[in-house]
């Protein structure tokens, strides 16, 4: 397993801007998807609003 | 460990990300690894093969040619940075006595421990930057990831989260992380 680095920043939670998760700017995966990136967003998503209860709960 | 590795802001290569079939898997790796200045093996993966009841020995191979270009490749791959992994503390002096002294941690195939390892090792290397997330944050988001697996292999009509390619994976988490924490921020707000 290898690895390329990426900046973080030192913006405060909660962090709404797009790609990020907890202060660190993610970055897209090397290679593409064999499903098809909506099909997967969908999927997350929707498994997401399904276990909104569940999510807060595990806090 | 990918799912930390993507938290912590990088992008994981392995040779399955690779699908040109023409090209030697080992060159592949090979590739990847002068590709990237930072590289972790977990040399607990080294299990017997379920046919032929043998043992893979990938993961040591791939080790020995990393550490061979840290120590004797060109000036550019001696400054990598490299984290051997296993499940049990000093097991390679057993099996891989050679990289006796060497740092390796042991995450004893707990996901908390190798998450730390992996997030620890990472932090350990910035220089005048923000830490990373802790590796509590990131494992809760793990378990809250977990938690996501069955609908969403339900979503794309998969029979195991194991039928989903290591790239869809990782758009996955990618995907998923900026939701995770957002749903877990508004439900503390409320």
Redesign the interface.
């Known amino acids: 397993?290898?690895?390329?680095?990426?900046?973080?920043?030192?913006r405060s939670?909660?962090?709404?801007r797009?790609?990020?998760?907890?202060?660190?700017?993610?970055?897209?995966?090397?290679?593409?998807?064999?499903?098809s990136?909506s099909?997967?967003?969908?999927?997350?998503?929707?498994?997401?609003a399904?276990?909104?209860d569940?999510?807060?709960?595990?806090? | 460990?990918?799912f930390a590795?993507?938290?912590?802001?990088?992008?994981?290569?392995?040779a399955l990300?690779?699908?040109d079939s023409a090209m030697v898997r080992f060159e592949k790796i090979l590739d990847?690894?002068t590709?990237?200045?930072?590289?972790?093996?977990?040399v607990s993966r080294v299990e017997l093969d379920a046919r032929s009841g043998l043992p893979r020995f990938n993961m040591p191979l791939e080790l020995g040619a990393d550490l061979g270009l840290r120590l004797k490749g060109p000036a550019a791959q001696r400054r990598r940075r490299i984290l051997v992994l296993d499940a049990v503390a000093h097991r390679y002096d057993q099996t891989l006595s050679d990289i006796s002294g060497m740092d390796i941690e042991a995450h004893g195939n707990d996901p908390a421990r190798l998450i730390k390892s992996v997030r620890d090792w990472?932090n350990g290397?910035?220089d005048n930057?923000?830490?990373?997330?802790g590796s509590l944050?990131i494992f809760?988001d793990y378990?809250?990831f977990q938690?996501?697996?069955p609908?969403?292999i339900a979503?794309?009509r998969l029979d195991t989260f194991d039928a989903l390619?290591h790239?869809?994976y990782?758009?996955?988490v990618?995907?998923?992380?900026?939701?995770?924490?957002?749903?877990?921020?508004?439900?503390?707000r409320?």
């Not at chain 2, 930057?129 to 997330?133: K, S, T």
Request: with cysteine.
């Open positions: 397993m290898t690895l390329k680095p990426h900046p973080v920043s030192t939670r909660p962090d709404t797009e790609g990020w998760y907890r202060g660190v700017k993610l970055q897209a995966p090397a290679t593409s998807p064999k499903t990136l099909r997967l967003q969908e999927a997350v998503k929707h498994a997401v399904k276990n909104a569940a999510l807060a709960g595990d806090k | 460990m990918c590795i993507v938290a912590c802001g990088f992008v994981p290569r392995c990300d690779e699908s990847l690894i590709a990237c200045e930072f590289s972790v093996h977990d990472l290397g910035r930057e923000a830490p990373l997330p944050a809760e378990a809250a938690l996501l697996v609908d969403i979503e794309l390619p790239s869809d990782m758009h996955l990618e995907t998923a992380l900026p939701q995770i924490e957002r749903a877990r921020d508004a439900a503390i409320r």
